[in-house]
Each structure stands twice: as C-alpha cells, then as structure tokens.
C-alpha cells in the first residue's frame, strides 16, 4: 500500500484554469456514493479523500500496489486521473501539466504544511484547517476514508491546531480577505471615504468586513443571495444589508466591490458594469474578486475607469509584499517537522493495526454466527445484545496491545511486537511503502 497525493493549486496554476476544478461537497458527495471506489478501474483506491477549496483542489489516496503499479511509479495516480474523468467530468488533459504529485512520506509532510497554513497564498492562512477538517468529515461520511486516512488526517488537524496555538499564526490570524483588504488599501490609499459593496455572506464575505472594519471603513452594504443570510452578519457587525435584487442600482454609488459568492457562472457581466458607468463615467470603480470560479467576467476590463483584480493578483501582492512576513514561520516548520516524525512513526504500524482488528472481527462474526445457530427462533432483543457483547469483548482485548503498537517509540521494541502479533495471529500486511519519491505527472 502507498500513501498518494495528487494537487493542483495556486503555486503553478493559474485562476481559468483552476476555476474548472472547482468540486463541492454535494459534487464530491454523489460522486462517491454513485460510483464508489475499490470497483473496476478504481479497485486499487483503497481509500480517497478530496481537499477541494478556492485555491487547490488536491486528492489524497491509499493505493494498493501491484507489480505494474510498481514497475511504472507514475501509473498509481490513473485510477484517481480516470475518477476524475469519469465520475467527476473533469476533462484532466489540460490541466495534467500542471499536477502535483506526491508518494510516500512526501504525502504526509504536504498534508500537514498545508493544514498548517504554510502551503497557503499567504502563509498562516487560517481558513485552510477547517476546510481539511471538512474534507476528511465528507469523506468519513461517504466511507471512502477508513483507517488509514482517517488517523492520517487527523494527525495533520493536531498539527494544523499546534502551529495556530504555539506560534503568532494564531495570535496574529491571516485570511484571504484581510489580504485582499490591504491590498486594496495599497493601491487606494485610506478606505475611510469610501463606499463598499461586499457580495456573498459566507465566510470569505464576513471576514472581509471584518478586516475593513478594522481598517477604518465606515461605509460598508452587504448583499446576498439569501437576504435572511445577509441580515445575520449585519446584526453582528453594524453594516447595511440590501436585498440581492437591488445590487444593480446600487453599484451606481460605490467605490469598491468585493465579491464571494459560490456561484458557478460569473454575477457581475460587462454588459452590467457597463450600464452601471455610463452613470459615473468619471468615477474609478475597483472590482476586487476572491471568489474560484470567478464572479466577476474578465472583459470588464475593457471599460474605462473600471480595474478588476482576482486570486491571481492577490497572490502577486503577497509574494512581492511579504504579507505574513512577521510570523513565526521557524517555529511553524519545526512543529510540523516533528509531527510529520510522530505520524510516520505510528503510519508503520497503522495498516497493521487495521489487519489485526479485521482479524479479530472475522473470528467474532463466525463464532457469533455458530452460536446462533443453536438458538431456535432468538429474541431480536436477544441477538442484539449478543452482538453488542461480543463487539465490546473485541475493543476490550484488542485495546492493549492496539494502544502500545500505537504508542511504542522505540523502533527495535515496536519491530518486534508487530513480528511476534504477525506470526501469532497469521497476518501479512505490515506496513505501507513509504519510500520518498516526489513526482510530476
């Protein structure tokens, strides 16, 4: 078995292209349940969890290895190529030179950077942890992450919350819209004077006003499309709520637009912004679009007096900037450094762990199933409590052992435990492949 990742995101691909990636939790959701993995093409995906956000969409897998897989390295990532093909409708040709990919080890120390924030626009980014904690909920739900992703992912959060605790990340936060805030700021100058129309009330949508509040903006209108939605942040930051309806007339008046909506197709057209400016021809209106897809068409442009930045911008200003600059990053890495240490510790014994347990289960289920067939006509009552028995006879056994494979620092003692329950129990699967190998496909 091998841990596998495959990633496309904002460090080599650009906005148009990345827009095309973007898969929802519902998307995700019915993909896993209508063609679920470990059948046909896609048996030798064990497990499979998908990390989708505005700014990456990135695959992790456990892989079963045969000898082809392991005579060609690049070929374990086609089963996951030929999902995305297949069940999501995702035409991968375009956009596969543009792929990430990650084998082994290397898998583990990106999962964890990433939920660390150090993989982000900006370092320290804080919106990633929760969406990590999202995809590995999603993906427990549709059972495509077990054992092993499961206990991978969850390493990786601990991590995430160490660095957000231990270290300035956490005490000085960093999101996308405090950086699309200042950039604003940078290019505007102060925002006291302005009027600002802020379109989406999700969380991208509440953390810019956030951030221009705190920036000295006064002048702040929220609009969305569930106007019950926009009501609710209004009453938790003083700003005015104005039904989605009426955001043509109103953009009439502003100065600056930011925009965050889940939209599949852009809400702001030429066509719109065009009619909105032959009102203010000499007016300078700045469209600032954080959302992936994009909200706002790209041939507004073309109109004068009209400037519109996007994702792609955004990270521009953070690389020449040095946004995030005053934070710990030394002390970020060394924390995920040592935890990437404790988890590839624990990750060599983990599909051990799974096979005794699956063991263990195989003898319960027969002997429970001899059992009954001893009983004429059981009490349903009866049969329950049987099970419920026998299972927590099972958990109670296996805890020992289980919590000192889980625990042992020790390699040479931590060897010998897992030859001796081998040999003892007749187990054959030990530990997953985890060579380092960094590859792009």
């Known amino acids: 078995m091998r841990l596998i990742c495959l990633s496309i995101s904002h460090h080599n691909t650009p906005v148009e292209l990345r827009e095309c990636l973007g898969l929802t939790s519902d998307m995700i959701d019915s993909a896993l349940s209508k063609f679920p993995i470990r059948q046909g093409v896609f048996e030798p995906i064990l497990e499979m969890v998908f990390l989708s956000t505005c700014n990456r969409l990135e695959i992790y897998a456990l892989v079963s290895l045969t000898q082809a897989l392991e005579e060609n390295s690049n070929s374990i990532f086609l089963p996951i190529l030929t999902y995305l093909r297949e069940v999501l409708k995702i035409a991968t040709y375009p956009i596969e030179p543009y792929f990430r990919s990650f084998t082994g080890n290397s898998t583990v120390e990106h999962l964890f950077q990433v939920t ?5 626009i900006a370092i320290g980014e804080t919106q990633i942890l929760g969406q990590v904690s999202q995809a590995l909920e999603n993906a427990l ?3 495509s992450a077990r054992y092993v992703l499961g206990s991978f992912f969850r390493s990786a959060i601990h991590a995430g919350k160490r660095v957000r605790s231990e270290t300035e990340i956490g005490r000085n936060p960093i999101s996308i819209s405090s950086i699309a805030v200042q950039f604003t700021e940078a290019i505007l ?3 006291f004077n302005k009027q600002i129309l802020v379109i989406g009330a999700g969380k991208m949508g509440g953390d810019a006003i956030r951030s221009l509040r705190e920036n000295g903006a006064q002048k702040i209108i929220l609009t ?3 106007y019950q939605r926009a009501t ?5 930051y003083g700003v005015e709520a104005l039904p989605f309806e009426h955001m043509s007339d109103s953009l009439k008046d502003i100065d600056i637009v930011f925009t965050s909506t889940a939209a599949a197709q852009p809400i702001l057209h030429r066509e719109l ?14 469209l600032i679009d954080l959302a992936v897809p994009r909200n706002v068409e790209t041939r507004v442009r073309e109109i004068t007096n009209v400037q519109l930045f996007d994702m792609d911008d955004l990270q521009s200003y953070v690389t020449t900037s040095g946004v995030g600059s005053h934070q710990n990053i030394a002390l970020a890495k060394s924390i995920v450094d040592e935890e990437v240490a404790d988890y590839e510790k624990l990750l060599r014994v983990i599909p051990f762990i799974g096979e005794l347990h699956k063991k263990v289960e195989h003898i319960r289920q027969y002997e429970v199933a001899r059992t009954l067939r001893h009983l004429t ?3 349903p009552e009866v049969l329950e409590q049987i099970n419920l028995l026998s299972h927590a006879l099972v958990r109670k056994i296996l805890h020992e052992p289980t919590m000192h494979l889980r625990t042992e620092t020790n390699q040479e003692t931590l060897n010998d435990y897992v030859d001796t329950l081998a040999r003892l129990f007749d187990l054959s699967e030990r530990e997953p492949d985890l060579s380092i190998k960094k590859e792009v496909i």
């Open 116 to 120: 660390a924030g150090l993989d982000s």
């Open 141 to 143: 739900r549709c059972g």
């Open 189 to 191: 100058g102060t925002l």
């Open 224 to 226: 969305n499309r569930t």
């Open 232 to 236: 609710e942040l209004v009453a938790k």
């Open 273 to 286: 912004i065009g009619e909105v400016m032959s009102h203010r021809p000499h007016r300078q209106l700045t």
């Open 377 to 379: 006509n059981p009490d």
